[in-house]
């Protein structure tokens, strides 16, 4: 049977309870494609913060506590905006993969597909190393699970810098190696290691991710979400790619 508890993740479970006025509710679902996810959306009427948790992950602890974060992040920001990509840039981008070889219907479908998975990536990737930053000072007792989730996520991250760089446009490929380089050079920084960082270092992202992962590390520590996300669209190049959409 996998270790389902997360008692170390009592702390944030509490803390989030009382700023949200919602009881927390950690359910089960071997179906997910990522370790966990925060239903924000059925919030309101189910009157409860319901995180779903795959049941077989080694790092639940601090999957459940990080999923908290973000929940008080949501109630103390009351940030509602996505990340889209924006139809020039949809456009352009199923051009550019038909440059490379791929037949129209094939093109569209990766453009939609891998702007949708980019812009993902970008908006949660920022404020999620500002929230690992204050999880490690402030609950000491999820670091350990933390270095666990940190392990786990590290071998995804350099098998991106092994994906064949002539199947996508380079903006694309690179903007998502930056991006998980950064995440593991803010691993390195938080538990004073540099093996987490070594591939993409050698793969020439120092600059780049040096500077996404300082843009967290000094900005104000009430920064929202959005500044978090348009340092990162400023710095990638990416600004012309991606718009802010409101519900």
Known sequence: MPDTTYKQANGLIRKTEKISNLPVRVTWDDTLQVGAILHLSEAQWSKQLRISVKPSRPDIPYLVGVQCALAIRFFTQSEQRHLTASQAS????????????????????????????LGSQIRSAAPLIKLSAQIFRDYPELRDNQL???LLEKEDGERSLTVDATKFPQWILHSHQAINGANALAADYLFERTDFFEPFKLAGFEAICTGLVGDVTTSHADVSDTELVNAWLDRLDLKSRFEWMTP
């Open 90 to 117: 949809r456009d352009k981008t199923v051009d550019e993969f038909q440059g490379i070889g791929y037949a129209a219907d094939m093109a569209h479908s990766l453009a939609e597909n891998l702007l949708a998975q």
């Open 148 to 150: 666990t989730h940190f």
